[in-house]
T-cell receptor, first 112, second 112 residues
Framework: GQQLNQSPQSMFIQEGEDVSMNCTSS?????WLWYKQDPGEGPVLLIA?????ELTSNGRLTAQFGITRKDSFLNISASIPSDVGIYFC????????????FGQGTILTVHP | SAVISQKPSRDICQRGTSLTIQCQVD?????MFWYRQQPGQSLTLIAT?????????ESGFVIDKFPISRPNLTFSTLTVSNMSPEDSSIYLC?????????FGQGTRLTVV
């Protein structure tokens, strides 16, 4: 089956620093989605990417859909304490909207 | 985005018993999805809940263990049957609106 490799597994940064995380796959995906999950909550959609090469921003977040359709990255600029959480990439492989393959997650800790 | 409500939000259950989790969406959707998130892990798709037909299960998940109902376009249930401690996880309901997928807050299940 399809698998996503997400890195890094965890990050410890100072407030104000920029953050970058990425996902790679051996399979092509039609849609890449980035989520944030806080403790005790379900994942919240941050950014959705629909076509190869697409670069999309949402406030301090920027994500790109790789040209090969097998990778994506998420950048967070000027991190703040509320950015703490687990970030997941997810890919939709064309069989059905909503059937997602998730990366392993990146645990982000921001020190004030 | 769709508003998705799950009940219960958490439960502690005895091994050998069953728990039914409810998922209510504030709009009609064609497909609903059930995911499992084991402790400290990523999300794995259990099945797709289709209205008017049997659910479609992913590899490693079977109907006898995770029976699903989908009586209408806004509601679904997932039952975790004959529970064991290995079933302790967060169970999440999801819906797709186009290529974007949204999640409920999850049901945190602990089996003792």
């Amino acid at each position: 089956g399809q698998q996503l490799n997400q890195s890094p597994q965890s990050m410890f940064i100072q407030e104000g620093e920029d953050v970058s995380m990425n996902c790679t796959s051996s399979s092509i995906f039609n849609t890449w989605l980035w989520y944030k999950q806080d403790p005790g909550e379900g994942p919240v959609l941050l950014i959705a990417l629909y076509k190869a090469g697409e670069l999309t921003s949402n406030g301090r977040l920027t994500a790109q859909f790789g040209i090969t359709r097998k990778d994506s990255f998420l950048n967070i600029s000027a991190s703040i304490p509320s950015d703490v959480g687990i970030y997941f990439c997810a890919g939709e492989g064309g069989t059905s909207y909503g059937k997602l393959t998730f990366g392993q997650g990146t645990i982000l800790t921001v020190h004030p | 985005s769709a508003v998705i409500s799950q009940k219960p939000s958490r439960d502690i259950c005895q091994r050998g018993t069953s728990l039914t989790i409810q998922c209510q969406v504030d709009s009609q959707v064609t497909m609903m999805f059930w995911y499992r998130q084991q402790p400290g892990q990523s999300l794995t798709l259990i099945a797709t809940a289709n209205q008017g037909s049997e659910a479609t299960y992913e590899s490693g998940f079977v109907i006898d263990k995770f029976p699903i109902s989908r009586p209408n376009l806004t509601f679904s249930t997932l039952t975790v049957s004959n529970m064991s401690p290995e079933d302790s996880s967060i169970y999440l309901c999801s819906v797709a609106q186009g290529p974007e997928a949204f999640f409920g807050q999850g049901t945190r299940l602990t089996v003792v």
